[in-house]
């Protein structure tokens, strides 16, 4: 089974420039996460798809961050414009209908720095 | 206060003794109770899940939850260098389908 896929690895920008994020999950995986981890955190959930509905997102600052999922599948979460503060690794995490019962895999991740 | 609480660390444990690793967190009706590990620069994999109070034996890992106390453990037994990672609590609470991760603690073997 393929594992849930994130690109880029790494991210390298000025503040105030966009960047986007994007992730495949796990087939057959209808819920889909974004979570924020700063270096000596841990993650922070920023957003939860259901299939393309957007369950949670509580957490979003959406002022600058946005984040979609077409068809229910792909995802990209972008940035507009970003802070410093947003330098962060972007985890992005899929799990079958009940993460209650088995947590949820997560992607390499992305890695951003913004300068 | 946080709803899941680690100490940060760093905890620092011999080669072959058990290391002891901490959670408590504050949401009574926390049904679901897991532990992730985080080598340096990777992603967080996950390793233990709990769901009853008690003690679930994997490998060389154990978990132990106890609800009254609101408070989840792992032990791991004959600790290897290879277990130097962080590990990452997370809870998930009823009624929705999100985990809740703590800060982490980073956990070192000393050879």
């Known amino acids: 089974e393929a594992g849930v896929a994130q690109s880029p690895r790494y991210k390298i920008i000025e503040k105030r420039q966009s960047v986007a994020f994007w992730c495949n999950p796990i087939?057959?995986?209808?819920?889909l996460y974004w979570y924020q981890q700063i270096l000596g955190q841990g993650p922070k959930l920023l957003i939860q798809f259901q299939n393309n509905g957007v369950v949670d997102d509580s957490q979003l600052p959406k002022d600058r961050f946005s984040a979609e999922r077409l068809k229910g599948v792909d995802s990209t979460l972008k940035i507009q414009p970003a802070k410093l503060e947003d330098s962060a690794v972007y985890l992005c995490?899929?799990?079958?209908?009940?993460?209650?019962?088995?947590?949820?895999?997560f992607g390499s991740g992305t890695r951003l720095t913004v300068v | 206060q946080k709803e899941v609480e680690q100490n940060s660390g760093p905890l620092s444990v011999p080669e072959g003794a058990i290391a002891s690793l901490n959670c408590t967190y504050s949401?009574?009706?926390?049904?679901?109770f897991f532990w992730y590990r985080q080598y340096s620069g990777k992603s967080p994999e996950l390793i233990m899940s709990?769901?009853?109070?008690g003690d679930k034996e994997d490998g060389r890992f154990t978990a132990q939850l106890n609800k009254a106390s609101q408070y989840v453990s792992l032990l791991i037994r004959d600790s290897q260098p290879s277990d130097s990672a962080t590990y990452l609590c997370a809870v998930n609470s009823y009624g929705n389908e999100k985990l809740t991760f703590g800060t982490g603690t980073r956990l070192t073997i000393i050879p």
């Open positions: 949401d009574r009706v926390s049904q679901s």
């Open positions: 709990i769901y009853s109070n």
């Open positions: 995490a899929s799990s079958l209908d009940r993460p209650r019962s088995y947590g949820y895999t």
């Open positions: 087939s057959g995986h209808a819920t």
